[in-house]
T-cell receptor, first 114, second 114 residues
Framework: NAGVTQTPKFQVLKTGQSMTLQCAQD?????MSWYRQDPGMGLRLIHYSVGAGITDQGEVPNGYNVSRSTTEDFPLRLLSAAPSQTSVYFCASSYGGLNNSPLHFGNGTRLTVT | AQSVTQLDSQVPVFEEAPVELRCNYSSSVSVYLFWYVQYPNQGLQLLLKYLSGSTLVKSINGFEAEFNKSQTSFHLRKPSVHISDTAEYFC????????????FGIGTKLQVIP
């Protein structure tokens, strides 16, 4: 059972480049989400999805795009990378997505934008 | 709106000594509370959770936390720490009904000194 798988583990981009961070889960979780982790700021929610075809914005959505075409996959797109997007990105999923369901996290993607 | 305060960004402690990591929250509705642990270069893992019932909850590796509604706290304790407990610990709160609106604290780095 792989859980939540994120690729790539590391990425370096130049300002203005675009890329997609991949996230896949094999637990049949309805809820999936993307967080960014920055020193001294904890984790902040970027976007989330409560099922295939349904997405919504979190706390810090600007500069990011998501889609959910299948239950398993929830890619995060950076349309035009900026140095402020240098961060560690985590994908997380949960069963049902209700507030009492613990989150299952991937191992993260460390992104540097120069 | 809900918020989480972790008062200590770093906590050094000698091996086999007790430790307490503090967490306070604010919310206008009833809450669910979580502690997650993050080992180096990994994603977050659920350590323990309070959903309802007994206010004292325990993990399999000796940690415990007590929900104190009057003090709006959910402090994490362990009577005797091991080197392997060195990690970053995040307190999280979700409140109300509906889908996940989880707020994380900024994290506390526990450094166990041999």
């Amino acid at each position: 059972n792989a859980g939540v798988t994120q690729t790539p583990k590391f990425q370096v981009l130049k300002t203005g480049q675009s890329m997609t961070l991949q996230c896949a889960q094999d637990m049949n979780h309805e809820y999936m989400s993307w967080y960014r982790q920055d020193p001294g700021m904890g984790l902040r929610l970027i976007h989330y999805s409560v099922g295939a075809g349904i997405t919504d914005q979190g706390e810090v959505p600007n500069g990011y795009n998501v889609s959910r075409s299948t239950t398993e996959d929830f890619p995060l797109r950076l349309l035009s990378a900026a140095p402020s997007q240098t961060s560690v990105y985590f994908c997380a999923s949960s069963y049902g997505g209700l507030n009492n369901s613990p989150l299952h996290f991937g191992n993260g993607t460390r992104l540097t934008v120069t | 709106a809900q918020s989480v305060t972790q008062l200590d960004s770093q906590v050094p402690v000698f091996e086999e000594a007790p430790v307490e990591l503090r967490c306070n929250y604010s919310s206008s509705v009833s809450v669910y509370l979580f502690w997650y642990v993050q080992y180096p270069n990994q994603g977050l893992q659920l350590l323990l959770k309070y959903l309802s019932g007994s206010t004292l909850v325990k993990s399999i590796n000796g940690f415990e936390a007590e929900f104190n509604k009057s003090q709006t706290s959910f402090h994490l304790r362990k009577p005797s720490v091991h080197i392997s407990d060195t990690a970053e610990y995040f307190c999280a709160v979700s409140a109300g009904g509906g889908y996940q609106k989880v707020t994380f604290g900024i994290g506390t780095k526990l450094q166990v000194i041999p």
